[in-house]
Every structure is written in C-alpha cells, then in structure tokens.
C-alpha cells in the first residue's frame, strides 16, 4: 500500500519509489512512503490564504466547539487505530497512550474554550493606566498569527504527537502541516483520513506529509510557527535552518534528554516509596520499548540502598515478557524498526565505556510470538555506573531504548548535581514521603527540568507517572531538551498568537477589547438591563442608581445577621492605632446595599447570580455616608446548551462601582450573572 500525502485540499501520492515501511515485530512490508512531487511552497501558501481564513475568524467558543467534535468522532473509530498500532511494535498500554492519550489532548484543550471569551482574539492581563486624568491607557491583546503551524514529529508517538501540537494551534486559530516521521506515518495517516473524511475542520486548517520534507523550512516566514520533536541533534540543525534566522520564525523544540528518577534517602527499603519506585523505574524502562522522550535513563538512588534496587528492579524486569504486541501477556513491544535497534545497541555498546551491564542481555533473550531475526525486539537493559561525577558518560549518551543507568548519590545536594549533569531534561522525579526533601530537591533541582514529580504512597494511585506530560502543563526543558515549551493550557495557545500592546483612550479600548475599561463612556437607557436579554445588552451599558444613606443601626443589624462582629464595625473604643476614625460599615454589607440598589426585583430575563469574580473595598463607609452605584456590562460570553433541555442562556460580567457623596469609590466589583437569549426556553 503507497500512503498519500493531504496537500492543498486533496490526497496525493509521492510520484518517487518511495519508502517500504515494516511491521517492527514481524518485518513485513506494511506501507511505501513518499512525498516526491510535493509543492512544500504552495501547501504553505494554501494553508495561510485558506485555512488561516478559514479558521482566524471563528471565535474560541467555535474552535473549541470544533475541537470537541473531532475528539468525539476519533472516539468512535479508536480500535482501528490500535489494530495498525501493534505493527509499531507498541503494545496495547503503549498505544493507549498515544491513541487516547492523544484524543484526550482534543478533548482538555477543547475544555479551554471556556477561559477564552466569544472572540476570534484574547485580551490579556490587566489594563495599564498611562494618564494623569485616566483618557489615556494601555493593554495587549493577542490575535492568531497569519500563518501556519509546521510540525515535525517523532516517530514514537505517531498520533499523540499530531494530535497534541494541533489542538493548540487550531485553538488559536492557526492551520497546521503536519510532518510525523516517517518510519511510523502509515498510522498518522490512517487518522487524519478519518479527520478529513469527518467533515468537521474547515478547508485548509490540516494538510499531511508523510514521506521526506527537507526543503519545507526554506519557505516558511515570519507568520509562520514550528515545532519541533525528536533527536536533540537533528532539532539543533533544523533550527539553525538560515532561513528560520533570518525570517525570525517562532521554533518550538522538544528534544529527546537524560530525565532520571532520584530515591531520597527516608524511602529505604520496605517502604511503600521503596515499592512505587521500583514500579516507577520498571515501567518507565518498558512502556512503548523505553522510547519515550520522557522515559528514564538515570536512575539516582543513595549509595546504601544501590545493591538493593539493582536487585529488585532485576526481580521487576524478571516478569516482563518480550514480544509481538498482539498476543495476549506481551508486556513489552519491539522498537520501531530494525535501524532504530541497532542504533540503540550502538549507543549501550558507548554507554559501557563508562558503566558495566548488571541485568539484560542485547543478544540472549526469549520472544514471545514474532520474528526475533526480523522484528525489531530488545531485552531491557540495566547499567551501572558506580562514579557518575567521573565517568560522565551516563548524563550525555542516551540509548533511545529500554535502557537506563543505576548511580550511587550521598547526600540529596550530590542527587541534585548529578540530576543537572543531564545537561537539561523534560523530567525528573524525587520519590520520598519528606517534604522537606521534597522542597529542597524541586527548588534546587527546577532550573534543569521541564516537569518535576514529587511521588510518594499518597500520590501513587491517581498519580500520571513520571513519563506522562499533561495538556494543561508545559511540556518541554531547558538545554538538551530543547529548551522549548509546548502545552500548557493557555500558554500553549498563545505560542501561536502575536501579542500587541494597544495604546488609546478607555472609551476606543473598550471597543477593541469587548471588554468594559474603567473610565470608558457610559451607554445608557431608559429600560433596566436586568429586563434585557443577553444579545441586548451592550458592552458599556450602564445604571445609574438611586442612591442610599448608611446608617447605625444598618452596620449593626448587619453584624447580627452575619456574625461578624469583628471590632472594627462593632467596638468604637478599639479603634486607636487603626485606619478607622469611627465604627465602619462591613465591606459585605456595602456591596450588598449596593445590589439592592442596582437588582430588579421582577422576573426577567437574567436568572441567577452567578458568582463574584473579584472586589475590592477602597474607602472606609461610616454612618451618615451615602452611597450610589454604578452598574456597567462589562463583559458577555455565550454559553453553549448542555443537552436538549438546558435552556440558551450566556454570562454577563458586570462592573459594580460603588461610590460616596464625594463622587469617590469606596467598594468595586466584577459580578456575574446568567441571562437567558431572547425568546428561546430550551
């Protein structure tokens, strides 16, 4: 079968020989590769006209609406996925965790809409005051960059590795060419056909490369945003692409690295920590055949526990049965093909130049089902380094394969320095049951990690394990790891979006940012906003109040109501050395005088208080004082029907500034509120 690629809106065939691509357990021919024939500058120019149009003009609540979708639809199709997985060499574990695990991306970042607002672009952070007289300010706003995402990705994890990269950009608005490796891309294809064939995603926001791509950066730009994963070695030459310098583009990397695992000394042996360890470290040098770029290669343990662990992960290896992924008790796969294999085995014959071989063997091994002479199959390798501040070896060579190197620490500042020698990793966890431990090592040890997990008895069950990087986390590392970040929840969003800082009076900002800036023009109406519906309110539209006269006896009715007789509202003889001159009025009780002031007490249209988003108390209340409200909207989002019967409804954000007889604010406030769509029930 010859994979096609999915360029400018149609499937094609590379027009060369192509690429024969194997089964890693059996070695039979599953697919032919190529991409011959490809325009990489016109698949670049059609992303950017059509699918950056296409998808730069939906709001967040529309992509993540999308994004949602498509994760439901490739639910439904899962199983296919796993059938061409097992030809990877991946067993079932393996593949969940790049079949679902990827679907799960769509489904967190889908999750995300809900802190982006009903907009094609994002108003970040704070407004920045920039006058005297508050008619000049500033803010940042970020817009999705006129581009497309280029993803180059590794070969072990053929979906995951789409998937994760694409719910970002496509949450923030930009297309994406994908470029998986090519050794595993006949299963990025069978999916992508499943995403193309489902309609869903508007024309252009995905085209497919499956076969080489060595010239596709000479015509990326400025706009244009790529990420990287894979070997360090191969993402320090892409980036260094001249034509990445000289146009500035955004390249994002993430690089295979020496993470580790260190054993703080209270997890001594017949602890629980002891145990999760040891399971920690089994599963890590075993699942996908330890090709994971988050796996662990440096085992870090105190030099009086090393003779035990290296017992006991041996015993943990012992049980690890080696073999074709399809048959039933096949703990472990192969690697991903036989030139992968043996350049793992090169990089353990480099490794025991500076350790020796305390479990394992590379040739003598049994295979359960499969092709042992053909198939791409490794037993898990156990080194030992006993001098790690001397024989150096360890933290720089990785064997991209189930592999890692046990090394001895004395004290946890000795496990910290030998934790950076990695040069920089994506991971690193400390299991211990001492937070004090805990905070020394995570403190210390985080300039040169990515992630850090601090495992212990208590985090073990629900725990994602040392090797999971998570949506709404960054994943990524300083130095050898690249030095990137992708992820992130909205961090990872904003990687594929320009942000701009906006300059102008509060009433223009307001219109730019959707959002209600104080000191803007007020809109006002004759009709109350509590009798609007959602789409009639307008940002900026304002109630001004009536106005009400706090007296003694409110501030101590208050206190009985509540139970909060804190001194200051109730004892005026306490108040020397305070900001207080007189008994003052409880900051609850003005924002409460304030809603009666401003609420509409009939039934209408707005049906519920949703919650308080922030507030402020700015000036002391004292009887005899009065005050009045201004009621602002400041901000609408849309809500989508949780099923038939939920009613159509959105939340509006107002802005509660409560003010004295002076004109001066004294409490303000963002509260929400839920409004019904006009005319619709359900």
């Not at 992508?192 to 508007?202: H, K």
């Not at 906006?502 to 209600?516: D, E, L, W």
């Not at 409460?592 to 707005?606: C, E, R, T």
């Amino acid at each position: 079968m010859k994979l096609k690629n999915f360029a400018l809106g149609a499937w094609m065939e590379g027009t060369g020989a192509g690429q024969p691509l194997y089964d890693a357990s059996s070695g039979e021919t599953v697919a032919i590769a190529g991409s011959e024939g490809l325009d990489f500058e016109s698949m670049l120019h059609y992303g950017r006209k059509t699918g950056n149009k296409n998808l730069r003009k939906m709001t967040f609540q529309e992509r993540g609406l999308m994004i949602k979708a498509l994760a439901l639809y490739l639910t439904e199709r899962k199983e296919k996925y796993y059938e061409a997985s097992y030809k990877t060499g991946a067993t079932r574990v393996d593949s969940w965790i790049d079949i679902e695990g990827g679907i799960g991306n769509l489904f967190a970042n889908a999750s995300l809409r809900r802190k982006f607002p009903d907009l094609p672009y994002y108003v970040e952070g704070e407004p920045v005051g920039l006058s005297k007289g508050g008619t000049f300010m500033g803010h940042h706003i970020l817009v999705p960059r006129e581009g497309v995402a280029v993803h180059i990705n590794a070969f072990n994890f053929p979906i995951w590795g789409m998937l994760e990269k694409c719910a970002v950009n496509w949450l923030a608005g930009m297309p994406a060419i994908v470029k998986p490796a090519t050794l595993t891309s006949y299963l990025t294809e069978i999916m992508v056909r499943d995403i193309i064939d489902s309609g869903i995603l508007p024309e252009g926001a995905l085209q497919l490369i499956c076969g080489s791509a060595y010239t596709l950066l000479d015509y990326v730009g400025y706009q244009d945003v790529v990420t990287f994963t894979g070997s360090a070695s191969t993402g320090i030459q892409l980036k260094a692409n001249p034509n990445i310098i000289r146009e500035a583009v955004p390249f994002n990397m993430e690089a295979d690295s020496l993470n580790c695992i260190v054993l703080a000394k209270d997890a001594h042996p017949g602890t629980p920590e002891f145990e999760v360890f040891i399971k920690e470290v089994r599963k890590e040098m075993t699942v996908k055949c330890g090709q994971k770029c988050t796996a662990i290669r440096r085992i870090i343990v105190p030099e009086a526990y090393i003779d035990d662990v290296q017992i006991q992960i041996g015993k943990a290896l012992d049980s690890v049965v080696i073999g074709d992924p399809r048959k039933e008790g096949v703990r472990m796969g192969a690697l991903a093909g036989k030139a992968q294999l043996a350049e793992v085995k090169g990089k353990v014959d480099d490794l025991l130049a500076y350790s020796s071989l305390v479990y394992g063997n590379m040739e003598q091994y049994e295979i359960a089902l499969g092709d042992k002479e053909k198939g791409a199959f490794m037993a898990p390798i156990l080194l030992r380094n006993d001098h790690p501040f001397e024989h150096t070896g360890s933290h720089e060579i990785e064997a991209f394969g189930p592999v890692s190197t046990l090394m001895p620490y004395k004290e946890i500042e000795d496990a910290i320095e030998l934790s950076k020698m990695g040069k920089g990793s994506l991971c690193s966890t400390i299991v211990t049951y001492d937070d004090r431990i805990a905070v020394d090592y995570t403190v210390q040890a985080a300039t040169h990690h990515g992630r850090i997990l601090v495992l212990n008895r208590d985090a073990a069950k629900e725990s994602t394990g040392h090797g999971s990087p998570m949506p709404m986390l960054v994943h990524g590392g300083p130095g050898r790891a690249g030095g990137g970040e992708e992820m992130g929840g909205m961090r990872g969003i904003k990687h594929y979006m320009q942000r701009c800082a906006i300059q102008g009076t509060p009433t223009t900002i307001t219109a730019i940012a959707r959002q209600y800036q104080y000191g803007a023009r007020y809109i006002e109406h004759n009709l109350h906003p509590f009798k609007k519906y959602f789409e009639e309110l307008e940002i900026g539209e304002t109630l001004i109040t009536h106005k009400r006269t706090i007296t003694d006896s409110d501030i101590v009715n208050f206190a009985n109501v509540s139970w909060d007789h804190f001194y200051a509202h109730t004892d005026a003889t306490s108040l020397e050395g305070t900001p207080f001159t007189q008994r003052v009025a409880h900051g609850y009780f003005v924002l409460s005088a304030a809603a009666g002031l401003f609420v509409d007490a009939a039934k209408g249209p707005v049906m519920l208080n949703y919650g308080l988003d922030e507030c402020r108390f700015t000036k002391p209340v004292y009887p005899g004082m009065t005050i009045g409200v201004r009621l602002t909207v400041k901000e609408k989002i849309q809500q989508e029907k949780r099923d038939n019967e939920d009613y159509t409804k959105g939340i509006v954000k107002w802005l509660v500034d409560v003010y004295d007889e002076t004109g001066e604010t004294v409490a303000i406030a963002t509260i929400l509120t839920m409004v019904r769509l006009k005319g619709i029930a359900g």
